[in-house]
Antibody
Framework: EVQLVESGGGLVQPGGSLRLSCAASGFTVSSNYMNWVRQAPGKGLEWVSVIYSGGSTYYADSVKGRFTISRDNSKNTVYLQMSSLRSEDTAVYYC????????????WGQGTLVTVSA | DIQMTQSPSSLSASVGDRVTITCRTSQSISTYLNWYQQKPGKAPNLLMYATSNLQSGVPSRFSGSGSGTYFTLTISSLQSEDFATYYCQQSYTTPYTFGQGTKLEIK
């Protein structure tokens, strides 16, 4: 069974840093496009970042230069390192796996809440 | 970046109704358009990929069509479990932008 489990969310002060983890089971992260998608309270979905099977990474303009996506193939885990956090980064962060053919996210984690507040 | 415009933003309908949600993009994305359903407090669920391909396990009352810049998601006969929020997403190029969502409510 395919499963994605996010962790690492919590309360952080503006300007602080946090690292989210997404542990996968039932499939190999390095063979898929692994995405981070976020959802601010009461708002819609916002795509954040992707790491392709080949290792290329891409970011939304809103997080470029502040967030870094990476993966550890030995742990079958994807990470999102977030720095210079702002109040507008407050959201539930979802990890989502997509096949490489059309990049549709077919498997999602349960989400982890990041709250940026003083 | 490719802009996504969904309509309507909200929709009130009854069980058994046929409903259509539209998604327009600011530039052509061929058929790289996906649809997701999200229920309160839950992660999104992929319904349709590449415009018209039904994800495994999704009921056949859902269908999708379109190409270029205009796409639709149709539910042929609404069931109670279909009341949720629906999002389109383009996967043609990064950033993989989402529409703003369509909240489907019970009339």
């Amino acid at each position: 069974e395919v499963q994605l489990v996010e962790s690492g969310g919590g309360l952080v002060q503006p300007g602080g840093s946090l690292r989210l983890s997404c542990a996968a089971s039932g499939f190999t992260v390095s063979s898929n496009y692994m995405n981070w998608v976020r959802q601010a309270p009461g708002k819609g979905l916002e795509w954040v970042s992707v790491i392709y099977s080949g290792g290329s990474t891409y970011y939304a303009d809103s997080v470029k230069g502040r967030f870094t996506i990476s993966r550890d193939n030995s742990k079958n885990t994807v990470y999102l390192q977030m720095s210079s956090l702002r109040s507008e980064d407050t959201a539930v962060y979802y990890c989502a796996a997509a096949g490489s053919s059309v990049a549709a996210a077919s498997h999602w984690g349960q989400g982890t809440l990041v709250t940026v507040s003083a | 970046d490719i802009q996504m415009t969904q309509s309507p933003s909200s929709l009130s309908a009854s069980v058994g109704d046929r409903v259509t949600i539209t998604c327009r993009t600011s530039q052509s994305i061929s058929t790289y358009l996906n649809w997701y359903q999200q229920k309160p407090g839950k992660a999104p669920n992929l319904l349709m990929y590449a415009t018209s391909n039904l994800q495994s396990g999704v009921p056949s009352r859902f269908s999708g069509s379109g190409s270029g810049t205009y796409f639709t998601l149709t539910i042929s006969s609404l069931q109670s479990e279909d009341f949720a929020t629906y999002y389109c997403q383009q996967s043609y190029t990064t950033p993989y932008t989402f529409g703003q969502g369509t909240k489907l409510e019970i009339k």
